[in-house]
Nanobody
Framework: QVQLVESGGGLVQAGGSLRLSCAASGSISSIVAMGWYRQAPGKQRELVAIMHNSGSTNYADSVKGRFTISRDNAKNTVYLQMNSLKREDTAVYYC???????????WGQGTQVTVSS
């Protein structure tokens, strides 16, 4: 079992920056990737960015060039550096970790990011 705890959300003006953190605990060896999803009101949850254990990354087109995902394996933590934030980035951001040996992913509780104009 893996537990994920996010931090770093908040209110920021458009054009500003925030950094989200997600610390994993539990069966760390079962994690195959760590990433971030977001869900805005009335919309489906969508992938923002993910980093695989190999180091390869994938980003949503809408955040490419503005967001950067990174991992500190010594701390079992994944980060999402968000720059040049836009109002449309407003959402609840969820940490996610696909796991070995199960179709279920681990999810964090979510952290609110609100971008004001």
């Amino acid at each position: 079992q893996v537990q994920l705890v996010e931090s770093g959300g908040g209110l920021v003006q458009a054009g500003g920056s925030l950094r989200l953190s997600c610390a994993a605990s539990g069966s760390i060896s079962s994690i195959v990737a760590m990433g971030w999803y977001r869900q805005a009101p009335g919309k489906q949850r969508e992938l923002v960015a993910i980093m695989h254990n190999s180091g390869s990354t994938n980003y949503a087109d809408s955040v490419k060039g503005r967001f950067t995902i990174s991992r500190d394996n010594a701390k079992n933590t994944v980060y999402l550096q968000m720059n040049s934030l836009k109002r449309e980035d407003t959402a609840v951001y969820y940490c996610n970790a696909p796991l070995r040996w199960t179709p279920n992913n681990a999810w964090g509780q979510g952290t609110q990011v609100t971008v004001s104009s």
